[in-house]
């Protein structure tokens, strides 16, 4: 495994793509407190993501198999 496929399978374990029905923010049927956990769900996911592709390198030694 390495770096990018790591993002892939957060991809997909998330199910976060820029057309998600996770769209709570707007919606007032929920309150506010899952709206709160949501944006946090989402900025974990985001730097995580980043996270992983500014330390592509270093990830990838990391996850290399011995």
């Known amino acids: 495994m390495d770096g990018q496929q790591l993002i ?3 991809a997909k374990a998330f199910d976060y793509t820029e057309d998600n029905n996770r769209d709570i923010i707007n919606d ?3 309150s506010m407190a899952e709206v709160e956990e949501e944006l946090q769900v989402q900025h974990s996911y985001q730097f995580l993501i ?3 592709s500014r330390n592509q390198e270093m990830i990838d030694s990391n ?4």
């Open 63 to 66: 996850l290399k198999e011995d």
């Open 50 to 52: 980043s996270y992983i």
């Open 8 to 10: 892939t399978f957060l």
């Open 28 to 30: 007032p049927t929920f």
